[in-house]
């Protein structure tokens, strides 16, 4: 059972947090959620019970390359599983958010199906 695993959706579209928080609580996770990477790196920093993030790679001040590269660069925190979720299918995306420090890469809109995969080979 997921029940004792978090999942951090960083995302600055309340939508996309409601939907992914939905998909994830009906699949046993217990969900956070942060609206830009700044406050998310915070949170991180401040707790240790999160088990994986769900990075959206475009957001204002501090994208999501930029919010992985310094959770990378936190001794506390550089290691937790990084998913990123872009909605730019474009070519050399994945490449990108691989080479910035996540683990995996899923596109929007998502696939429940491939997302839960990914996930669960993370964690």
Request: glycine share 4%; aromatic share 4%.
């Amino acid at each position: 059972m997921n029940r004792n695993k978090v999942i951090l959706i960083v995302d600055d579209d309340n939508r996309n947090i409601f939907a992914l928080g939905l998909t994830l609580r009906a699949r046993g996770y217990q969900v956070v959620s942060c609206a830009m990477a700044k406050e998310a790196i915070e949170l991180l920093e401040a707790e240790n019970n999160v088990s994986l993030v769900l990075m959206d790679m475009m957001m204002p001040e501090i994208d999501g390359y930029e919010a992985i590269r310094l959770i990378r660069s936190s001794t506390a925190i550089k290691d937790l599983p990084i998913i990123a979720v872009t909605a730019q299918a474009m070519s050399g995306d994945r490449e990108k958010c691989l080479a910035a420090g996540a683990q995996a890469y899923v596109s929007k809109p998502i696939d429940v199906d491939i997302l839960m995969v990914e996930i669960e080979q993370l964690i």
